[in-house]
């Protein structure tokens, strides 16, 4: 699975992967492997995402028309992002500060590291990588609600405190990561970390995890692990939520939560070696 963390390091070389740079043209040329790459994750989470994606997020894949036999350019995603909402992508090294990501966000620009899995590693690694961005995420910024909703994340992160953004944090976690949707068509996933994984794709709809009807307040207070399968995930009514959430007031619930303190993890402690969303 894949479950990047929104809890970026400041430092860069934690991870081992580099980000390939463009040319004058802002063209990036993608090795054989790495296209070779990009078509196995696409031909294996297309099959799986069928039937249980809302359909915002299949219109907004269907805009994009991502190629199924090489990585793509940001520009052709860019000129799709701008027409419908407003956003375009930004070429990120693998990992970026905490002031970057929140900056990029609230001037609608979302962050891609401009680098691609290894084979070795097609069903988890600890940073998003851009097939994680473009296919996870690029389609529901096409949605009005969800790219007003990630715009507002970005603004409020930017002056939060560390506190306050490690609160945040669970919110974002629990919607643009891994939320969940009622639909006059049965439950589905809008969010992105499920949606580049085949495992939590299968994982969120089953009976296995728990479902809860979406409230920010507990959203807030709900603690996560990166390393494995959500045991918990906020359902949506509608994807308008997000819109009406981006208009309220965000960081009162946040001080809320503070005061009210965290939820028992429903998850074992994680190893020292893996960081949990604290």
Same mark, same amino acid.
């Given at each position: 699975?894949? $479950?990047?963390?929104?809890?970026? +390091? ?26 070779? $790459? ?75 590291? $401009? ?80 949606? +580049? +994984?085949?495992?939590? $794709?299968?994982?969120?709809? +089953? ?72």
């Amino acid at each position: 699975m894949t $479950t990047p963390n929104p809890q970026l +390091s400041d430092v860069a070389s934690k991870t081992g992967y580099r980000a390939r740079l463009p040319d004058e043209r802002g063209h990036i040329a993608w090795p054989d492997e790495d296209n070779a $790459t990009w078509q196995t994750l696409m031909q294996r989470q297309l099959g799986v995402i069928e039937g249980r994606v809302c359909q915002e997020y299949l219109d907004g894949l269907e805009r994009l028309a991502l190629p199924h036999d090489r990585v793509p350019q940001l520009a052709d995603i860019d000129r799709v992002l701008k027409a419908t909402t407003g956003w375009q992508t930004a070429q990120v090294p693998a990992l970026i500060p905490f002031d970057t990501f929140f900056a990029l966000l609230a001037s609608r620009r979302f962050p891609v590291a $401009t680098f691609i899995r290894t084979p070795e590693e097609l069903d988890y690694l600890k940073e998003p990588d851009i097939f994680h961005e473009i296919f996870g995420h690029c389609p529901m910024l096409t949605n009005p609600a969800f790219a007003e909703f990630t715009a507002t994340y970005g603004r409020l992160g930017l002056d939060a405190t560390p506190k306050e953004r490690a609160y945040l944090a669970r919110l974002y976690w629990l919607t643009v990561e891994f939320g969940l949707v009622d639909t006059p068509a049965g439950r589905r996933i809008y969010g992105g970390g499920i949606i +580049s +994984s085949p495992k939590e $794709t299968l994982h969120a709809l +089953s009976d296995a995890p728990e479902h809860l009807p979406f409230e920010p307040l507990e959203a807030l207070r709900t603690p996560y692990r990166i390393d494995i399968l959500q045991p918990l995930y906020y359902v949506l009514d509608d994807l308008s939520t997000l819109h009406d959430l981006a208009g309220q007031d965000i960081m009162g619930m946040v001080h809320q939560a503070m005061a009210l303190g965290l939820h028992e993890p429903r998850f074992e402690p994680a190893p020292k070696r893996a960081q949990a969303g604290a």
